[in-house]
Structure formats: structure tokens, C-alpha cells
């Protein structure tokens, strides 16, 4: 499967941010692991198509791989120019030089001779390294709940992120001492991991709320009842009350997200949709013919014409 999240979405590069949108929805709803549980195969391609959604539906990260700044993982490129920046911005004569020198013991030293005059005796030196930045897609569920996650690093080695309950797209986690290292005696930088939250075929957050829409038949309005409806705590039995009409909302009190800095949760909300049978069939259609005799009315009055 390739890397390049237009191609694992089946889109072309220049495709609209709804054509991107869609085309992830149509891989979701075809291969989530709740609709395919134990299909591996669809997993793994649920879950690239969710990193590749996730990295392109943000404008400014899309323009971002497109100019090569970040690869399809999200993680920065290596940042070759750092230590020669860092010269040039503090007075390095030989700035303007397009080669790193591999030693950073020589370019320091160099730096403090410019500095020194020629033949003086080299000051010693001491910097803090430089943060570096990752980009970390998490599941909607760890999202919600906390989670900890191993990031690969560039040169291979692997840290532990671990994720606050709530936390959203676009926060940072900083990583102390996890950077890059310090010149002479000066501290290691930090890691700075930016968070990305898959989004989830059945769940919607806003705020510390999550919302659903879900499907009831026409016996259900009617008649009213129970009904069975997820949670993020698992599945759940809703009353429906009778003469229910598409968008009205049911609230499950404490079935959010937990609120930052306290112990209470947010709510569930409940939209309810009214769902016809794949087929009309002649009991239900002469059923309808002979109730709409007796018991007509107009759901549009009060409308303009």
C-alpha cells in the first residue's frame, strides 16, 4: 500500500477538500473494524485512510507535504540547517557558505574565533539543543479517554507519548529532555508533539459533548419504545418516545467527554432519524393509502408557498 495519502484515498492531487472528505468516508463506512470485525485487510486500510484524511483535510498541513516540509506520516523532514542558521543569526563570518561542516565542535569553534580575533585563545561554549517537532495521529477513542503511544523518531529509536483524557487536534505535548542534544554543557532540547485526532464514523465531538445521529424505523416513531444506541462507554437502550419525528434530540447526561480540570463528564446527544424500509411493500403501501384517507394533515403549514 503506498504511503502517499492521495493515492491511499484514490484521489488526485489537485482533488477539492469535499472530493478528499468523501472519498474517506466511502473507505470508512466500507472497512471501519466495528463493520468488519477481524478483517485485517480493511483495518489496515481503514486506518491509512484515516492518516492520509487527517493529514490532508487541514489546509496548511496539506501545503505542507506538498512543499516536501513533512512526510505522510505528518513528521517533520530533517531540519539540515539549524546549526548554520544558528551561526549566521549570531555574526559567523562564514556565513553564506552552502556546506555543513560534519564536526559542530569546528563550526563553534570557528564562531567563537570570528568573534575572538585571530589567535586568541577559543572561549568555551555552551547552547541549549533545539526542539524538535512531530506530528502524532491518535484514534478519536484515546482521544477521549487517554491513551499511550510510542513515536518512532528519526533515527529509529521509539518514545512514549502519553496522552491526557480530552485532549484535541492542533494541542502540543512537550516531551522534556527528548530534543535534540546541547552543545558543551548545555541542555537537551525538547520533543514538541502535535496531536491529530482521527475522526470516527459513528462520533462527533463539539466541545466536551459528542453527538450521534441514529436511524429509527417508521413502528419506532410511531409507537415509540426502546432502542439500542452507542455510547463511548458501549452500547446503550434509549427510550423513543411516541409520535417521534426526525431531529429530535435525546441527552444521555454524563456520557461525554471528560471536562478539563474536572471530574465530571460532558453529555451525549441523540439525533434521532426516521428511517423508511428498503422496500414499500403493497401491505404497508395499502395501509398508508387507507390511513391518509381518514387522518391527513399538512406537516409544511405555515410554510411559504
Keep these: 500500500m503506498s504511503d502517499d495519502p492521495y493515492s491511499v484515498l484514490g484521489v488526485a492531487k489537485d ?20 463493520l468488519k470485525p477481524g478483517d485485517a485487510e480493511a483495518e489496515a486500510k481503514f486506518k491509512a485512510a484515516a492518516a492520509a484524511y487527517d493529514l490532508l483535510k487541514d489546509p496548511e498541513t496539506r501545503k505542507r507535504y506538498d512543499n516536501g516540509e513533512i512526510d505522510a506520516s505528518g513528521q517533520e523532514r530533517p531540519q539540515q540547517q539549524y546549526y548554520r542558521d544558528y551561526a549566521e543569526a549570531a555574526g559567523n563570518p562564514y556565513r553564506g557558505h552552502s556546506t555543513e561542516q560534519d564536526d559542530m565542535s569546528d563550526i563553534f569553534a570557528e564562531f567563537m574565533r570570528g568573534r575572538g580575533g585571530y589567535g586568541q585563545r577559543t572561549q568555551e561554549f555552551h547552547a541549549p539543543g533545539h526542539n524538535l517537532n512531530y506530528s502524532l495521529q491518535i484514534s478519536f477513542l484515546d482521544a477521549v479517554f487517554g491513551a499511550s503511544q510510542k513515536l518512532t523518531l528519526p533515527d529509529g529509536n521509539r ?23 546541547g552543545y558543551g554543557e548545555g541542555p537537551t532540547g525538547d520533543a514538541l508533539v502535535t496531536i491529530s485526532v482521527a475522526d470516527h464514523p459513528v462520533f462527533d465531538r463539539q466541545g466536551d459533548d459528542i453527538h450521534i445521529t441514529l436511524p429509527i424505523s417508521i413502528d419506532e416513531a410511531v409507537l415509540g419504545g426502546k432502542v439500542p444506541a452507542p455510547t463511548i462507554d458501549g452500547g446503550v437502550n434509549v427510550s423513543v418516545p411516541a409520535g417521534t419525528s426526525s431531529g429530535k434530540t435525546l441527552r444521555l447526561r454524563g ?17 434521532l432519524t426516521v428511517t423508511m424500509p428498503d422496500k414499500v411493500d403493497d ?3 395499502q395501509f398508508m393509502e387507507t390511513w391518509r384517507e381518514t387522518h391527513s394533515y399538512d406537516p409544511r403549514k405555515g410554510m411559504p408557498s
Design 15 to 34: 482533488s477539492s477538500d469535499a472530493e478528499i472528505k468523501k472519498a474517506y468516508r466511502k473507505i470508512a463506512k466500507e472497512c471501519h473494524p466495528d
Design 159 to 181: 518514545i512514549e507519548v502519553k496522552i491526557p483524557a480530552g485532549i484535541t487536534t492542533g494541542q502540543t505535548i512537550r516531551l522534556r529532555g527528548k530534543g535534540a542534544p
Design 255 to 271: 456520557k461525554g467527554v471528560k471536562k478539563r480540570g474536572a471530574s465530571e463528564r460532558g453529555d451525549q446527544l441523540i439525533e
Design 283 to 285: 401491505e404497508l403501501k
